[in-house]
Nanobody, 121 residues
Framework: QVQLIESGGGLVEAGGSLRLSCVHS??????MGWFRQAPGKEREFVAA????????HYTDPVKGRFTISRDDAKNTVFLQMNSLKLEDTAVYFC????????????????WGQGTQVTVSS
């Protein structure tokens, strides 16, 4: 079981930036991802990064605005979010799995509790 703790959420104006962090106990062999769930909607995939850091994948609505990265020395994964839009408002979840495909496919085995991101006009 991998423990994941997200932080960095908050209230930001449209066009602004936030950086989410996820401290995890999974070590370097885990692929990591970010997901989000908006009110009244299903949880959706946002971004993933492979265990070596050389593979990344993003959902189309965030391409060019969000960047996922990892610092394995600190067991931390980041999601840099720029040019935020109202539709980015959601609870953001960090996730981990030994298989990259399971993260990209939306079925990682390990989940954090989430952090709220609210974008205001």
């Amino acid at each position: 079981q991998v423990q994941l703790i997200e932080s960095g959420g908050g209230l930001v104006e449209a066009g602004g930036s936030l950086r989410l962090s996820c401290v995890h106990s999974g070590g370097t062999s885990y692929s990591m991802g970010w997901f989000r769930q908006a009110p009244g909607k299903e949880r959706e995939f946002v971004a993933a990064i492979g265990w070596a850091g050389n593979l990344t994948h993003y959902t189309d609505p965030v391409k060019g605005r969000f960047t996922i990265s990892r610092d394995d020395a600190k067991n931390t994964v980041f999601l840099q979010m720029n040019s935020l839009k109202l539709e980015d408002t959601a609870v953001y979840f960090c996730a981990a799995d030994e298989l990259y495909g399971r993260v990209v496919g939306g079925k990682p085995k390990n989940w954090g509790q989430g952090t709220q991101v609210t974008v205001s006009s």
